[in-house]
């Protein structure tokens, strides 16, 4: 049996103090230079060193484990954003457990309050729900939560961080680039407009097209709940099909779709084949999140971008500083800018469509 690595032979490999070694591992590197966290983590790769958890817990009070409730892995998009939460935890010494909420507020406390009975006291939630009271009993206990896709509100308490994107930016991105192209008719594809990201982005369409002089036209906006599931995150291709199919039956039927999310987008997409109509050429599509797949589809969509690898290292570097005790203040929401990125599922209104 070889030696045991310790955390004084890292510190010697790295050519840094033990407790500069310790800070990294226990979240505390805010402060610290690039080139001596890669020097620390190169060499905890070279010697296969393992932090000893037991005592860590010992030490810290708490298990250097991390939740992450989201709304369905269904939706790639969260299972990407669960991987590089993954990455940036594992940097900084902490595991991650997963879960799916449905967006359920009573499954999210279930899980909240089995993990806080194994000893973990941070948790990222990415349910984007208006309220996160019921989860009030555990903050005031102690539990660490960053909430992704909706702004800190002040009834929050002070325990609450967020991060995501500018969601009424994005939307109106996507609709403006819709409107460039000629678009007169836009129609707005969603699930249930119960969230706080879905509400922003209803919100910036409606400012997109109110700004072109557009009246709004409530017949445009399908935001109708699947059989099953309330939010349709876990059918979402299902839902983006059956709600184009609704919009392009209209007498006026729109020129056009923004759909919140890629998956619906998608879905979107099999609605106006099932007509008999091609994307884009009778329909334009924009999507939200740009997941691997809206470069792979035929033809590929036209998006809105999310830097979700900047938004999940963020949200895990907030957590693990307020577990590490590394900061006590709330740092409320951090905006990060979505990005349109153009493909092959938008084009020019069809000169017989452009009134």
């Known amino acids: 049996m070889g030696k045991k690595i310790t955390i004084a032979d890292v510190a010697r490999e790295a050519n840094v103090s033990v407790s500069t070694v310790s800070n990294l591992l226990n979240g505390r590197n805010g402060r610290m230079r690039v080139s001596t966290k890669e020097r620390i983590l190169e060499a905890i790769n070279t010697l296969g060193y393992t932090p000893n958890q037991a005592a860590r817990q010992l030490k810290t009070g708490h298990t250097p484990i991390i939740g992450l409730i989201v709304p369905s892995v269904a939706n790639p998009f969260y299972g990407i954003f669960a991987r590089h939460v993954e990455s940036a935890a594992l940097k900084l010494g902490f595991q991650v457990l997963l879960g799916n909420s449905d967006r359920s507020p009573e499954r999210e406390y279930q899980y909240a309050e089995e993990l806080w009975g194994y000893g973990v006291r941070g948790l990222i939630f990415g349910s984007s729900l208006f309220q996160v009271s019921h989860l009030d009993n555990l903050i005031s206990r102690g539990l660490h939560v960053v909430a992704f896709e909706r702004a800190t509100e002040f009834e929050d308490g002070t325990q609450i961080d967020s991060v995501g994107i500018d969601n009424n930016l994005a939307a109106r991105l996507a609709t403006k680039h819709l409107l460039s192209l000629g678009h007169k008719r836009i129609g707005f594809l969603s699930g249930p407009i119960k969230t706080v990201s879905r509400l922003d982005r209803l919100a910036g369409y409606q400012s997109a097209m109110r700004?072109?002089?557009?009246?709004?036209?409530?017949?445009?906006?399908?935001?109708?709940?699947?059989?099953?599931?309330?939010?349709?995150?876990?059918?979402?291709?299902?839902?983006?099909?059956?709600?184009?199919?609704?919009?392009?039956?209209?007498?006026?039927?729109?020129t056009a779709i923004f759909a919140i999310n890629d998956m619906i987008a998608f879905g979107a997409y099999a609605g106006a084949n099932d007509m008999g109509l091609i994307v884009p050429d009778d329909l334009s599509v924009v999507g939200v999140d740009d997941i691997t797949l809206t470069e792979i589809v035929q033809p590929a969509l036209t998006t809105i971008r999310q830097p979700i690898e900047k938004i999940a290292t963020v949200a895990v570097e907030r957590l693990v500083a307020r577990l590490t005790e590394t900061t006590s203040e709330a740092q409320g929401h951090q905006i990060f800018p979505p990005q349109l990125i153009v493909r092959s599922s938008t084009i020019r209104v069809p000169a017989q469509n452009d009134n």
């Open 211 to 254: 700004d072109a002089g557009i009246a709004s036209d409530p017949k445009l906006v399908w935001d109708i709940a699947p059989l099953g599931n309330s939010y349709g995150d876990s059918d979402a291709v299902d839902l983006g099909r059956q709600g184009a199919q609704e919009l392009l039956s209209q007498p006026d039927p729109p």
